[in-house]
């Protein structure tokens, strides 16, 4: 399978196609809601917001090699840290796809500042930049298919 590629120049020309209104074709998140949720994980890879490991340590290299795969994420997935009724913080989707675009950059730069640099997720442990990519390009895949913005 292949995924999207996590160049900010191919990423928010496909949000911006996003219509406020857009019905997914699973789950229950409105089109704004998805970007916002884009938008926090991308807070949780730059180290702004952190959540405990909800994972067994020894676990740990199995979801890390989940990231390597070429397993899609499993539509309908549902995690502890990403809550259903979590109230939009934006007054429209085109203010929470810039807020997706800042949290970007300062993802881009937090790595580019510390080469080494290694930020936890509550499911695959620490991650370094490129296995921080992977997870985006499975993530953004995964939410971009739900609302019909690619096949």
Known sequence: MSFIDTDITVI???????SPDAKPLWGSMSAQRMVEHLT???K?????????LEIAEDRIERMQAFLDSEK?????????FAGKDVPLRN???ELAIDEFL??????????E????????????GPLNYEQWLKLHAKHLTHHFKQFGLIE
Not at 72 to 80: Q, R, Y
Not at 113 to 124: A, V
Request: aromatic share 12%; no cysteine; charged share 25%.
């Open 12 to 18: 928010i020309p496909m949000l911006d196609k996003l």
């Open 40 to 42: 926090d994980t991308i």
């Open 44 to 52: 949780i890879a730059s180290g702004k917001v952190s959540f405990p």
């Open 72 to 80: 899609p994420m499993a539509p309908n997935i549902e995690v502890s």
């Open 91 to 93: 007054e429209e989707i």
């Open 102 to 111: 800042l949290e970007w950059i300062d993802f881009e730069n937090r790595f």
């Open 113 to 124: 500042e510390e080469p080494g640099l290694r930020i936890s997720h509550p499911y695959y």
